[in-house]
């Protein structure tokens, strides 16, 4: 693995962490009848990258990768410029 690829797989592992966090220590705050909280977070990546799929608590987490493309003025020639992680959890 490259530096590279290894700094980015640490922020991934990061953000997911984060995300992640309140909803593993949160106290049962939805009592009363009320549904569950949906959480979404969006991150942009060089290269592609994987979020955290499975259970978290209460939660299911999964995730969707979508490539960035930047293509020229006719519309053609389109190439990935970046990768988006959408981190959704429910």
Request: glycine share 8%.
């Amino acid at each position: 693995m490259t530096h590279l690829m290894i700094k980015n797989a640490a922020i991934a592992f990061l953000a997911a962490t984060a995300l992640l966090a309140p909803l593993l220590n949160s106290v049962d705050a939805h009592a009363g009848g009320r549904g569950k909280e949906y959480f979404s977070e969006t991150y942009t990546f060089s290269k592609a990258m994987n979020g955290f799929e499975g259970r978290a608590g209460d939660y299911y987490c999964s995730y969707i990768k979508t490539p960035v493309r930047k293509c020229d003025a006719t519309g053609n020639n389109c190439r990935i410029v970046a990768w988006q992680l959408e981190q959704r959890c429910q």
